[in-house]
Nanobody, 119 residues
Framework: VQLQASGGGLAQPGGSLRLSCAAS????????IAWFRRAPGKEREGVTC???????TYADSVKGRVTISRDNAKNAVYLQMNSLKPEDTAVYYC??????????????WGQGTLVTVSS
């Protein structure tokens, strides 16, 4: 499956963005889909994941502010981010795998979309 991440951009602190992960060459409901991010000068960080059964996990740094969801009809996964903070600034990547897990366990990655949170 090939993934295409989109929806990044510039947002003000406290604002919202919705990222999309669209798929081709496969159906996303067969995969666990995760969002990772990499901020400048920092390690890759797992943000959230949604399993094939719909269960979700969130990093403590975003819990309560972001929501991952699926739209199987559109073969897409979304990341709704609210109450954005400057420390959310990063390139965000979606990834597909059999299970939610460590980054090396995902078999397909999108190209990344840049989120910048700044006033």
């Amino acid at each position: 499956v090939q993934l295409q991440a989109s929806g990044g951009g510039l947002a003000q602190p406290g604002g919202s963005l919705r990222l999309s992960c669209a798929a081709s060459g496969g159906t996303l409901d067969h995969y666990a889909i995760a969002w990772f991010r990499r901020a400048p000068g920092k390690e890759r960080e797992g943000v959230t994941c949604i399993s094939t059964d719909g269960s979700t996990t969130y990093a403590d740094s975003v819990k309560g502010r972001v929501t991952i969801s699926r739209d199987n009809a559109k073969n897409a996964v979304y990341l709704q981010m609210n109450s954005l903070k400057p420390e959310d600034t990063a390139v965000y990547y979606c990834a597909a795998g059999a299970l939610c897990g460590y980054y090396w366990e995902y078999e397909s990655w999108g190209q990344g979309t840049l989120v910048t949170v700044s006033s």
